[in-house]
């Protein structure tokens, strides 16, 4: 336990590597126990940082001001530290494959700049085997130590879950792995300075890697099944909300609800699995389908959007849409991996001028990535076609009232449509207003 005993005292730092939705929380707690490095190689992410401003929305401005983090971009840093936290992205390639390159150029850093009797931490969603496999040739190499001996290595995935506001870092079990026993206790003794709800050993770092990947493919399989219903209904004209609602009253139903599926994890990980299982010659079959159903669900949004406003008689090609919601999930900044994005694109493809309103989406992120101005909500005026991807808190706070602002004065013979895929209205009081409206 002396690695750990050193951070404890603060005679070494504790290194986060990523600062990003996972490491900046990570980096911010550990911040409040013992002497801390946040490093990131994005100047222009740790300006902003530095400056109290907290873009993802997870820690808050006023923790960000206050920290005793040390942000910084100098890899030269990481040799002040003896124990390394890796937390950079893992994305798939366009072809959905896993694309390494994040983590692997990390352990390169962090493998020029290790120190001898150091332990580095993973916490990136991998597939099993790259922390020993991929990342410790590349720690050997660039430190010209040996794994071991001269520094250990472990995993601690990641369970973060952006924008929730209840399961938050200190009450969610963190699970931990190490490469023997003691590097194990290291790292166990070291999160249980911010993880309030404590910790599980896994019993190899393999097991560790896997868990994370399966825990988002079985809320991936789940989902997809549910938006599989939701196909299947809209053909039958039934609602799928009343459908979950009524099997919801047995003890045992899952509480899952269909909807768009993306972010960095659900619409990812999957695909972690699906690649190494096939790689040793095991060919998914219902991970892989779930990961189809949920891919093509935005095409299925978007063929409903346009067949309600044909059914309302609207001119679809000079109608005046707007896209409530562009982020990959509710209250949450990021608009990565986000299926609201593949909403927008098809409507597009359309020759429709599409809008968007998100109030939680980085006005800055979102010019720069669709060369558009995202529009105030207060804004929205003459809709023929409200189309809700996200059930942000403030679209939520709506009322019926809000919604006839935003819509234009109806002509005798067309309805104007309300798309709601979250569920977020009441579908009698929509239709009883005379609006067009079709949900999951």
Same mark, same amino acid.
Request: hydrophobic share 40%; glycine share 6%.
């Given at each position: !336990? ?33 002497? =801390?490095? +946040? ?54 390639? +366009?072809?959905? =494959? ?36 991929? *990342? @410790? ?6 430190? %010209?130590? @040996? ?6 290595? +472990? ?10 506001? @209840?399961?938050?870092?200190?009450? &969610? ?42 825990? %988002? ?8 099944? !549910?938006?599989?219903?939701? !196909?299947?209904?809209?053909? !039958? ?27 960095? *994890? &659900? ?22 389908? +779930? ?60 020759? &429709? ?65 309300? &798309? ?21």
């Amino acid at each position: !336990m002396e690695i750990f005993e050193r951070i404890r005292m603060k005679k070494d730092f504790l290194a986060v590597v990523g600062l990003g939705y996972v490491g900046l929380p990570v980096a911010i707690a550990f911040a409040e126990k013992v002497k =801390t490095l +946040g490093f990131d190689t994005n100047q222009e992410k740790i300006n902003v940082y530095k400056k109290g401003i907290d873009p993802t929305k997870e820690i808050g401005d006023e923790k960000i001001q206050s920290t005793a983090l040390n942000f910084t971009t100098d890899p030269t840093r990481l040799r002040e530290a003896k124990f390394i936290i890796v937390a950079v992205p893992t994305p798939v390639n +366009g072809d959905k =494959t896993p694309d390494l390159a994040p983590i692997v150029n990390a352990s390169k850093i962090v493998g020029q700049n290790l120190s001898k009797d150091s332990i580095v931490v993973f916490e990136s969603t991998v597939y099993p085997g790259v922390t020993e496999d991929v *990342c @410790v040739p590349i720690l050997e190499k660039e430190s %010209n130590l @040996v794994c071991g001996k001269d520094f250990k290595i +472990g995993y601690s995935p990641e369970r973060i879950n952006p924008g929730d506001r @209840v399961h938050k870092l200190e009450n &969610i079990q963190k699970i931990v792995s190490g490469m023997d026993e003691e590097t194990v206790e290291n790292i166990a003794a070291a999160y249980e300075l911010i993880i309030q709800a404590g910790v599980y050993k896994a019993p190899s770092i393999k097991v560790a890697e896997a868990t994370k990947l399966v825990e %988002n493919a079985q809320r991936d399989i789940n989902i997809a099944f !549910m938006n599989e219903l939701a !196909m299947a209904f809209n053909r !039958m004209g039934i609602n799928t909300k009343e459908v979950i609602d009524a099997m919801n009253t047995k003890w045992n139903a899952l509480g899952f609800y269909p909807g768009l599926v993306g972010g960095h *994890c &659900i619409g990812v990980d999957p695909y972690y699995f699906i690649y190494q299982a096939e790689v040793l010659g095991y060919h998914s079959q219902i991970i892989a389908a +779930g990961r189809k159903v949920n891919d093509n669900m935005g095409l299925f949004v978007t063929d409903n959007v346009i067949k309600k406003m044909i059914q309302s008689d609207i001119n679809v090609k000079k109608s005046n849409v707007y896209i409530m919601g562009i982020t990959f999930k509710e209250n949450c900044p990021d608009m990565r991996n986000s299926k609201a994005v593949d909403v927008f694109k098809y409507l597009a493809s359309y020759g &429709i001028k599409v809008k968007v309103v998100d109030p939680v989406a980085d006005k800055a992120e979102f010019k720069k990535e669709f060369n558009m101005e995202l529009v105030d909500i207060k804004d929205v005026r003459n809709a023929d076609c409200l189309v809700f991807l996200v059930a942000h808190q403030q679209f939520k706070d709506l009322q019926i009232e809000d919604l006839e602002s935003m819509l234009k004065q109806q002509k005798q013979q067309t309805k104007h449509v309300i &798309i709601d895929i979250k569920n977020i209205f009441d579908k009698k009081n929509i239709e009883e207003k005379g609006y067009s409206y079709w949900s999951l």
